[in-house]
């Protein structure tokens, strides 16, 4: 079964970088290009919001509204992907979830199956 | 950018049928899946492509999305369906997740 897990720094200071490790357990990232892999949050009290993907190769895509502060990366070698988030602030206080991104053979029906936890992350001033 | 609706809340009776719609422009000609999250677990994906059910997932559920308007169908709603649900779909590349719906069984 696999299983994914986020860990980091659970506080950050405004205007810090914000950086996530996602472990992948019972799987290998390497799997197939059939599998992306990504970050979502979900600040307290709001909706979800999709930060962006990456695949084992390094091809990445992000949400137009983080682009700038926002990249993702992935270590085959450790079975794991990363986020980093520059110039922090209060609004990026949020539940991070790294998850999988199936890429079925339909275009654009793409689905997240596999959901780590979450962590929690506050921005402190 | 784009933009999916969802009813805050739906309310149901155990044993009832609960709906939960989401709203986009030409949503039908894209595919709809479904989360569902409840307080200090891992999300679940309940449906994908519109219509499907992961392996493991209840026949309760159902999708269907046609329009500019997806929904998702909990028959025989049980107290354990109680959560947060959320739609999803690609635009330009781009996830985009519906405002959510908190369903309360009743």
């Known amino acids: 079964q696999l299983q994914l897990q986020e860990s980091g720094p659970r506080l950050v200071k405004s205007s810090e970088t914000l950086s996530l490790t996602c472990t992948v357990s019972?799987?290998?990232?390497?799997?197939?290009?059939?599998?992306?892999w990504g970050w979502i949050r979900q600040p307290p009290g709001t909706g979800l919001a999709w930060i962006g993907s990456?695949?084992?190769?390094?091809?990445?895509y992000y949400n137009p509204s983080l682009k700038s502060r926002v990249t993702i990366s992935v270590d085959t070698s450790n079975n794991q992907f990363f986020l980093r988030l520059n110039s922090v602030t209060a609004a990026d206080t949020a539940l991070y979830y790294c998850?999988?991104?199936?890429?079925?053979?339909?275009?654009?029906?793409?689905?997240?199956?596999?959901w780590g936890q979450g962590t929690l992350v506050t921005v402190s001033s | 950018s784009y933009e999916l609706s969802q009813p805050p809340s739906v309310s149901v009776s155990p044993g009832q049928t609960a709906s939960i719609t989401c709203s986009g422009d030409k949503l039908g000609d894209k595919y709809a899946c479904w989360y569902q999250l409840k307080p200090g677990q891992s999300p679940v994906l309940v449906i994908f492509q519109n219509t499907r059910r992961p392996s493991g997932i209840p026949g309760r559920f159902s999708g269907s999305n046609s329009g500019n308007t997806a929904t998702l169908t909990i028959s025989g709603t049980q107290a354990m369906d109680e959560a947060d649900y959320y739609c999803q779909a690609w635009d330009s590349s781009t996830g985009v997740f519906g405002t959510g719906t908190k369903v309360t069984v009743l």
């Open positions: 998850a999988r991104l199936a890429l079925p053979a339909l275009p654009d029906s793409n689905y997240f199956d596999y």
């Open positions: 019972g799987g290998s990232i390497i799997s197939s290009m059939s599998y992306y």
């Open positions: 990456i695949s084992y190769t390094g091809t990445t």
